[in-house]
Structures are given as structure tokens and as C-alpha cells.
């Protein structure tokens, strides 16, 4: 994700992130049982902590609910997780809402079509590099990195670095490591 750019950047306070196809590949898993598993990029974790340290608020919102979605977010800190949300634009107006900001001090990253309304809605609408073509012609960005591997990661280091805060954030957050 390149030329994003300093003020656009500066503005977002909220990170929105779409679940299966950007924190993970996209696939579902599912054991004899019936039980689902998923795998997440440890990258995109730590990414998630460093939004956090940089006073970035991180939400979950998928078209999906999912057991292990609520705990990666637990894992991650993640407090407001919307999941099961089949109209997300909606969901996103409800957290702009609540959270008192504008949709275009949100930056958003989706995969496929039903991620394309929120998109093209906030400030920063991303699209992952192996999103759906369509997605891609309403985002404003596209990262290099597939969903799952690293794309989440891509996105929040752009945002810091188009801040100016990268350094910094990096260096505040290995001193607690």
C-alpha cells in the first residue's frame, strides 16, 4: 500500500477490519465434528497492538459470527467486535455513531462484495490484494499482502508511517516487550 497520503492518514481514529478473507485467508475449516477453525497472521496481530498504542481504536465486523473470532479479539484486546452483521454499512453508521466521529475518520478493510458499501463510505477503504475485482475499484487503497498474510499488518504500518508516528509507536511498544 503506497502514497497514502498525510492528512488522510492523520484523520483516521477508527480501524474497521472484515474478518474471514482479511485477518484470515478465507477459509473455513471445518472438523468431522462440526467444529471451525481458522488461522490468523501473527503479523496482523501485532499490528493490531501497535494501532492500539498509537491510540487507534481497532473493531471487528464480519458478515459472520464466530466463536473463534470472538476470542482471537479477546486475545487482541479487540473490544467491539460486531459480528454477524449482514448489512455492515448500517453497523458501520452505528459505530461511527456511537463512537461520535464521521465515517471519514475510519479506515476500513474488506475482501469481497459485501464489504464494497463501507468502503466506499469511509475515509480510507481498503481492499486486501486478493480482494474481489469489484471491491478494488471502489477502495481507495489496496495493499500488496493477501488477506491473512499481512494485509491488516500492511494497513496500520501506512497509516503510521503516513503520520509520521511510526517510530515512535514502534519504539513505545518494544520498550514494553
Not at 12 to 40: S, W
Not at 82 to 104: P, V
Not at 161 to 172: N, T
Amino acid at each position: 500500500m503506497r502514497d497514502l497520503d498525510r492528512a488522510l492518514a492523520a484523520r483516521i481514529r477508527l480501524l474497521v477490519l472484515d474478518v474471514d478473507g482479511v485477518l484470515t485467508d478465507g477459509q473455513i475449516v471445518l472438523g468431522r465434528a462440526g467444529e471451525e477453525m481458522k488461522a490468523f497472521s501473527a503479523r496482523d496481530g501485532i499490528g493490531i497492538k501497535l494501532a492500539q498504542c498509537a491510540g487507534i481504536e481497532v473493531v471487528f465486523l464480519s458478515a459472520r459470527d464466530s466463536a473463534i473470532v470472538r476470542e482471537r479479539g479477546r486475545m487482541l484486546g479487540v473490544g467491539e467486535m460486531h459480528l454477524g452483521e449482514q448489512q455492515k454499512l448500517g453497523a458501520l453508521r452505528k459505530i461511527a455513531e456511537r463512537h461520535a466521529i464521521g465515517l471519514d475518520e475510519i479506515a476500513y478493510v474488506g475482501d469481497d462484495i459485501i464489504d464494497i458499501p463501507p468502503t466506499a463510505a469511509v475515509g480510507l477503504g481498503v481492499a486486501v490484494g486478493d480482494a474481489c475485482e469489484d471491491l478494488k475499484e471502489v477502495a481507495s487503497h489496496t495493499t500488496d499482502a493477501e488477506g491473512g498474510r499481512g494485509a491488516v499488518r500492511e494497513t496500520i504500518e501506512a497509516i503510521l508511517k503516513a503520520r509520521g508516528d511510526w517510530k515512535a509507536v514502534l519504539e513505545g511498544y518494544l520498550a514494553t516487550r
